[in-house]
């Protein structure tokens, strides 16, 4: 893998689009870039509103759903991004008590802005966590 070599999102988008699928393994060994390059372009690819998914056979667009298959697709996606965000959750959970004692102590030991940062982390963590908490009242 070469560290000179350039690729630009609109390549990695390219590649996807006329193979359909496509892994990070394979881009990566087209391109001849590491891993993490593709999966940066990735990242520029979403944040510019391009609808790129993954599974286990590898990236693909799904601009719209037409179809049983695409509905298919977009459904497995879905439910493994819900499984590993009830898993962060439950990672998470036991952490919520300590969040509250902890931001007293912490205060005074960070700046205004890590305490800002870390109370974006601490309200996510705890929007998690409140949902498992429904989901497991939900499941009883």
Known sequence: MGRNQKVTPEQVLNKI???GRITK???SEDFEVCQQTIMNKIK???NDDERIFFDENGYYKLDSINNVEDTEKFKKYLNWVFSVLKGIAL?????KPLLNESKKILKT??????????????????KMIDYIEIEEEIEE
């Open 91 to 95: 990672c998470g959970k036991p952490t």
């Open 25 to 27: 393994a394979q881009l």
């Open 17 to 19: 689009e006329n193979n």
């Open 44 to 46: 520029t690819l979403r």
């Open 109 to 126: 030991l960070m700046s205004k802005e890590e305490r800002i940062l870390l109370s974006k982390y601490t309200l996510q963590i705890n």
